[in-house]
């Protein structure tokens, strides 16, 4: 995809398009964040909340790896 934006809009292109992706996962992020910390339905409390948040917060440093390596390279 990288390829096709970088041979008709340039490098600036390309650059524009992964701040405007890691920008969209991060705010992604946030919102899963901010909806971990809201209290469960009644409906919903079997759930294992800690496992769920867990595993997200598992993710949420997946990003954060993802995040440093599009600033280390460019």
Same mark, same amino acid.
């Given at each position: 995809?990288?390829?096709?934006?970088?041979?008709?809009? @340039?490098?600036? @292109?390309?650059?524009? *398009?992964?701040?405007?992706?890691?920008?969209?996962?991060?705010?992604?992020?946030?919102?899963?964040?901010?909806?971990? $910390? *809201?209290?469960?339905?009644?409906?919903?409390? $079997?759930?294992?909340?800690?496992?769920?948040?867990?595993?997200?917060?598992?993710?949420?440093?997946?990003?954060?790896?993802?995040?440093?390596? *599009? *600033?280390? &390279? &460019?």
């Amino acid at each position: 995809m990288t390829d096709i934006i970088n041979e008709y809009y @340039g490098m600036k @292109g390309v650059r524009f *398009l992964s701040w405007l992706t890691a920008i969209l996962i991060a705010f992604a992020f946030v919102i899963f964040y901010g909806a971990m $910390q *809201l209290t469960p339905a009644i409906f919903s409390l $079997q759930v294992n909340k800690a496992a769920v948040c867990r595993i997200w917060k598992r993710r949420i440093i997946v990003c954060w790896d993802r995040v440093g390596s *599009l *600033l280390l &390279h &460019h």
